[in-house]
Nanobody
């Protein structure tokens, strides 16, 4: 199976920014929709954003205007730029694709913690 590795999470104060990265083991993002999910303790995993193979993007309402998903096919990387972070954004963030969702496979993710 393809391997995805998330990075970029950190502990930051509210109002700051972070950029998360998701690096794939091969050239897959150009032909696959890619999702960013997040999950906080005690809460259900939530779809935050996605980007399709043709570049269409969408976001959950709570992050619209603050988060931007993008892709660099040459680097086999998908990004999540997170601006104006809020404590409610605190969660572990995961990237995934349909072939991994199909087998309920989740990597280690990357932790984002936003303090007040």
């Amino acid at each position: 199976q393809v391997q995805l590795v998330e990075s970029g999470g950190d502990l930051v104060q509210a109002g700051r920014s972070l950029r998360l990265s998701c690096v794939a083991s091969g050239s897959i993002f150009s032909s696959s929709i890619t999702y960013w999910y997040r999950q906080a303790p005690g809460k259900q995993r939530e779809l935050v954003a996605y980007i399709t193979s043709d570049g269409t993007t969408n976001y959950v309402d709570s992050v619209k205007g603050r988060f931007t998903i993008s892709r660099d096919n040459a680097k086999n990387t998908v990004y999540l730029q997170m601006n104006t972070l809020k404590p409610e954004d605190t969660a572990r963030y995961y990237c995934t694709i349909p072939r991994l969702l199909a087998v309920n496979y989740w990597g280690q993710g990357t932790q984002v913690t936003v303090s007040s």
